[in-house]
């Protein structure tokens, strides 16, 4: 028999795409020697997106939907697609064919040679604007000094996974999802490969300055406890600190001159204050994602799917 092949593709307000997409990945699979099936995964769009799909679906037999009830975010998208994907190995790529369909053939034929993950990495373009290409390399420079995992700086969400990793990944019960860095961290036989990345070929990008920022501090914090112990570090030196202020503070009001302290009490109040609501933040955000995770929340909801 010969192997099949999901192509999981998450979607929000891309409407102008997936025609374009559904249409290139059919012929780029009449040359393979390959059946796929394509899973779009609507993360809730308003634009329509879902009625393009569902007429997709109703006139080729390759493609598959899921649409959720509302926006889940792209990591949500991506979970459901592996949770839905039968192939014997799952492809996942962009909507709106920034990701190069031409690569997919080259990560098959890394698959068949025997690699469980072919990760792609992107190359710097001017594709990219300035802003998304330092805040990315600033992103991974951090998280690789905080975690155990290394990701190369320009990692995707564009790769292939061979069954064995799927099954590993459709089991994480983890609410915070990362895709970057589970893929890396599950292990596995693992090749990276580069590619150039398109220009968005309809509409805007989804991801907001918000959904960024989100999406890093998940990251960093679904792989490192370490800014929890800077923070007890930081508070340990600034203590010690303190501690030896004191006998200066003593000194000054036996010497009578307790009035010229003001400034410096007031520069310390200040400082301390900024230190721990810095440090209590850090604390925060690591209760907070124990406090999600412990209410075991399903991490997207279906509203409707041609998929049985
Ligand atoms: N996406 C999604 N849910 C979101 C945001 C984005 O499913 O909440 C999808 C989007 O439709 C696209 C992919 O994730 O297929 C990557 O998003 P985008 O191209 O906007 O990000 P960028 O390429 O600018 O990083
Ligand atoms: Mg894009």
Not at 3 to 21: A, F, G, I
Not at 162 to 171: A, H, L
Request: charged fraction near 20%; glycine fraction near 6%; include cysteine.
């Amino acid at each position: 028999m010969t192997k099949l092949v999901s192509v999981v593709v998450p979607v929000y307000n891309e409407k102008d795409n997936v025609v374009l997409l559904s249409q290139t990945l059919r012929d780029t699979f009449a040359v393979l020697p390959y059946r796929y099936n394509t899973i779009f995964v609507d993360d809730g769009s308003t634009d329509g997106t879902a009625d393009v799909i569902r007429r997709l679906a109703a006139e080729n037999k390759h493609v598959r939907y899921i649409s959720f009830s509302r926006n889940f975010g792209h990591q949500a998208a991506l979970k459901a697609g592996l949770d839905m994907a039968d192939g014997d190995c799952v492809i996942s790529m962009d909507g709106d064919m920034q990701h190069p369909p031409e690569l997919i053939p080259v990560m098959l034929q890394k698959w068949e040679e025997g690699y469980d993950v072919v990760y792609t990495l992107r190359r710097e373009d001017e594709n990219l604007s300035y802003f998304k290409r330092t805040t990315s390399n600033a992103f991974y420079s951090m998280l690789n000094r905080l975690s155990d995992i290394t990701i190369e700086k320009g990692a995707a969400d564009f790769r292939l996974l061979n069954r064995n990793v799927v099954e590993v990944v459709r089991n994480f019960q983890e609410s915070d999802l990362f895709f970057r860095g589970l893929v890396k961290w599950s292990g596995f036989k693992q090749l990276g490969i580069e590619y150039d990345p398109a220009k968005r070929n309809s509409g805007v990008s989804k991801y907001t300055f918000k959904k960024m920022m989100r999406f890093a501090l998940q990251g960093i914090t679904s792989f490192s406890t370490k800014p929890l112990y800077a923070a007890i570090y930081l508070g340990f030196v600034f203590s010690l600190l303190a501690l030896l202020y004191i006998p200066y503070v003593l000194y000054s009001y036996w010497m009578g001159h307790v009035i010229s302290g003001w400034a410096s009490i007031i520069v310390t109040i200040a400082f301390f204050g900024g230190m721990q609501l810095m440090i209590l933040g850090i604390i925060g955000l690591y209760l907070g994602k124990l406090f999600m995770q412990s209410k075991k929340r399903p991490i997207y909801i279906v509203k409707e799917s041609n998929i049985s």
